[in-house]
Structures are given as structure tokens and as C-alpha cells.
């Protein structure tokens, strides 16, 4: 787990990985984020990173490790009709 400090608030991710080629940096929550009360995850494979959008911050532990999962495992395609991808 990393952290630092952004405009007075504390970035935090956790990172998972490797799989395939493929991490995951589950990212702190932001105050005006698109998803605001969304976990955010940023997927990195060899071909670039993005962020997508998952279950609600207050979802079961299952729900997150879940969401984590698909993100190492699932292909963009497939991660579309489940979660919401910001770019």
C-alpha cells in the first residue's frame, strides 16, 4: 500500500499484481470524483492504464476483492457490462 499527500489529503492505493501483465492500484477516495461514493481502480496492462468505476465504498469486502479480481482477470469488453470505465 502507497500514499502520499495531494491538496491536503491523503492519496491511497493499494496495489495488486502482477497477473498476466496485468495490476491493479485501488485508489482512496476522492471528494468531487466522478463516482464519488464509488470505489476507483486504476488498471494497468502493457498497452496503458485506466480507470474504472466499481461498487458503492460501503459494498461487503467479497464485493471489492470481486471487483479487484475482474479488473486482473476480465478483458474490456467483459469489464464494461459491469462496471463504469472514466478513461
Known amino acids: 500500500m502507497t500514499g502520499c499527500n495531494i491538496g491536503g489529503?491523503?492519496?491511497?492505493?493499494?496495489?495488486?499484481?502482477?497477473?498476466a501483465d496485468r495490476a491493479v492500484e485501488l485508489l482512496g477516495s476522492w471528494g468531487n470524483a466522478p463516482c464519488g461514493d464509488?470505489?476507483?481502480?486504476?488498471?494497468?496492462?502493457?498497452e496503458g492504464r485506466a480507470v474504472w468505476c466499481g461498487p458503492p465504498r460501503r459494498c461487503p469486502t467479497a464485493e471489492l476483492?470481486?471487483?479487484?479480481?475482474d479488473l486482473l482477470t476480465r478483458d474490456p469488453a467483459q469489464?464494461?457490462?459491469?462496471?463504469?470505465?472514466?478513461?
Open 9 to 19: 489529503d491523503t492519496d491511497v492505493r493499494l496495489e495488486v499484481g502482477p497477473a
Open 38 to 46: 464509488r470505489w476507483h481502480a486504476v488498471r494497468v496492462v502493457p
Open 65 to 69: 476483492i470481486e471487483f479487484v479480481e
Open 79 to 87: 469489464l464494461t457490462c459491469r462496471y463504469t470505465w472514466l478513461g
